[in-house]
T-cell receptor, first 113, second 114 residues
Framework: GEDVEQSLFLSVREGDSSVINCTYT??????LYWYKQEPGAGLQLLTYIFSNMDMKQDQRLTVLLNKKDKHLSLRIADTQTGDSAIYFCAEINYGGSQGNLIFGKGTKLSVKP | KAGVTQTPRYLIKTRGQQVTLSCSPI?????VSWYQQTPGQGLQFLFEYFSETQRNKGNFPGRFSGRQFSNSRSEMNVSTLELGDSALYLC?????????????FGEGSRLTVL
């Protein structure tokens, strides 16, 4: 079945770049998403990419998509302590809509001052 | 514009009881989805409603049910609670039809089953 996998932890120093990686299984996914969850809060969409794109840049965020390898990455430039959170990669469940997402387990990003 | 509102935010129940959680989507949004978040399983899709109709359902037992009202507000119900139902239940809404792909999440209802 469909699955989304990502590493569970990442620790970086303030000012460095962070790269969070994700692999997915459904090659027919039209959208791939990155969501952020801060402690005690719901999820917030950070960015998304259409499957016909290789890269998307949005201020400090860069998303790279390798469809051949089904690999998605999120790069955060100049990482700040306020970026400490859990980051989830997600794809649309096969045959579903944007309301029916398969999420990875989340990568907990810790930013050290 | 008010965000997605979930009530109650926290609740404690005992095994065998039932619980009803409520979600008010963003005004104008016609689609509501529910997710269960636990440390072990992560985020798992429960169901999705659009215009009062269940459009998709995840792989959960029949004890989990939901509905959507004509004003797009949604409720989910869990009957005969088990310890493993302890989780954060997240509701999300989006406009429905053709849209950009963003799901707007509420802050969740944290259920503890004793």
């Amino acid at each position: 079945g469909e699955d989304v996998e990502q590493s569970l932890f990442l620790s970086v120093r303030e000012g460095d770049s962070s790269v969070i990686n994700c692999t997915y299984t459904d090659s027919s996914s039209t959208y791939l998403y990155w969501y952020k969850q801060e402690p005690g809060a719901g999820l917030q969409l950070l960015t998304y990419i259409f499957s016909n794109m290789d890269m998307k840049q949005d201020q400090r965020l860069t998303v790279l998509l390798n469809k051949k390898d089904k690999h998605l990455s999120l790069r955060i430039a100049d990482t700040q302590t306020g970026d400490s959170a859990i980051y989830f990669c997600a794809e649309i469940n096969y045959g579903g809509s944007q309301g029916n997402l398969i999420f990875g387990k989340g990568t907990k990003l810790s930013v050290k001052p | 514009k008010a965000g997605v509102t979930q009530t109650p935010r926290y609740l404690i129940k005992t095994r065998g009881q039932q619980v009803t959680l409520s979600c008010s989507p963003i005004s104008g949004h016609r689609s509501v989805s529910w997710y269960q978040q636990t440390p072990g399983q992560g985020l798992q899709f429960l169901f999705e409603y659009f215009s009062e109709t269940q459009r998709n359902k995840g792989n959960f037992p029949g004890r989990f049910s939901g509905r959507q009202f004509s004003n797009s507000r949604s409720e989910m119900n869990v009957s005969t609670l088990e310890l493993g139902d302890s989780a954060l239940y997240l509701c999300a809404s989006f406009p429905g039809g053709g849209s950009t792909g963003e799901l707007f999440f509420g802050e969740g209802s944290r259920l503890t089953v004793l």
